[in-house]
Structure formats: C-alpha cells, structure tokens
C-alpha cells in the first residue's frame, strides 16, 4: 500500500442511513484532512486533525462526524444525510499543519463518491 | 469576495504553445502558494509550491508570485494532450492554519 487510501469508492445511501468513509495514509504524515468537492464549486476544507487531535472543524453540520484514532487512520461518519450532501469526499495528509509550507503540500486520496437518494 | 479566485476557463491551447493561468487572492498576508492538478475523476496532485517572490521553474512548469499585487501565475511550456486537467490554486491563510482553494481553470490542448 502507498499513498493515501480511502474506502469505499463508491457509496450509495438513503436519508435514514448510517455509514462511515475510511482513509489510511502510508507517508508518515502526522495532519489529516476531509475535503468536500461538489460540482462547478471550490473544494471546501471540513475537518483537520494534526497529530489525531482536530484543530479546524470549518462550521461542518453534525450529521457529519469525524474520528481519528492515531495519526494514520481517518473515518468520516455518516448519518441522516441529506441529498445535497452528495459529493466526491476527499482525504489528504500533509507533513506538518494545513497553512504552513509543508502544511499545504497535500497528498490526496482517490476520493470516495457519495450519493444520497 | 471570493478568497481565491480563478478563471473557470476552458482555456484551450494549441500543443506546443504556453499555457498562462492566473490565480488572485484576498488575504494579504498570505505566505504559501500552491498549483495543484486534477485531472477528469481523479484527485488534486500538487505541482508547484512558491513561497517568495518571483519565478520558480520546473520542468516545463513554472510559477509566478507577486504578493504586492496579490496575485500568483503558472504556465505550462510546450502544453501536451496529457496537461489537459483542472488547474487549482491553493493559498494559505496569513495564521498559517488554513488553505484555501480557488475553484480552478480547466485547460484543453489540443493536438
């Protein structure tokens, strides 16, 4: 395994559902990101952890719920989704926090595309 | 205001020509600038990083910083079919803590 990975790639699920996206980085990186990619819209930056513990939550609804048990390991829980939420979800670890030098040079995963009926 | 801004495009080039894309942002006290490119379904890759001023070469890639101006370039030289992707600029936050991404240009060589 190297890079960034996350799961599933696909993801299909309704309103009432309760899922959870995994992302694991092999580069040693000690920050973790969730971004949001939708359609004709800039990335948004969700959560940052740096070292497991979060340092940004960017006014991210409840309904989503992140979790990071150690520095290399990333999960975003789902729950009562709403259709608008439907996006490609991206992981990414830098060496080093978000904003500085190395901070911002990301590693993104493949993403994993969210559909909500 | 957008934070970061940039010309949606398509900008179309013909293979071989330069490729110019501009990218202006609002936070002044800005220190940190990234080029990433995305191409169709896959994820961002980062291409450039540029943290003074002036020019930064390499290979057929480089970027252009002007933080009086507020305003940071990149061009591609001898644009291949291959370079066509989404183009995104990324600019940190003056308190270091944060990167934003402008919404990218998308660019199409053509052969």
């Known amino acids: 395994e190297t890079g960034v990975t996350q799961t599933p790639r696909h993801l299909v699920m309704g309103m009432t559902n309760k899922k959870s996206l995994k992302c694991e980085q092999h580069l040693g990186h000690n920050a973790m990101y969730w971004y949001k990619q939708s359609a004709k819209k800039p990335l948004e930056l969700m959560f940052v952890?740096?070292?497991?513990?979060?340092?940004e939550n960017n006014s991210v609804p409840s309904r989503f719920s992140p979790e990071c048990p150690n520095s290399s390991h990333l999960f975003l829980h789902l729950h009562t989704l709403q259709p608008e939420d439907s996006a490609l979800y991206l992981c990414a670890s830098s060496q080093g926090r978000s904003g500085r030098a190395r901070g911002g040079e990301l590693f993104f995963g493949e993403g994993s595309r969210l559909t909500v009926l | 205001q957008k934070e970061v801004e940039q010309n949606s495009g398509p900008l179309s080039v013909p293979e071989g020509a330069i490729a110019s894309l501009n990218c202006t942002y609002s936070d002044r006290g800005s220190q940190s600038f990234f080029w990433y490119r995305q191409y169709s379904g896959k994820s961002p890759e980062l291409i450039m990083s540029i943290y003074s001023n002036g020019d930064k070469e390499d290979g057929r890639f480089t970027a252009q910083l002007n933080k009086a101006s507020q305003y940071v370039s990149l061009l591609i030289r001898d644009s291949q079919p291959s370079d066509s992707a989404t183009y995104l600029c990324a600019v940190s936050s003056a308190a270091g803590n944060k990167l934003t991404f402008g919404g990218g240009t998308r660019v199409l060589v053509k052969p």
């Open positions: 952890y740096n070292f497991k513990e979060q340092t």
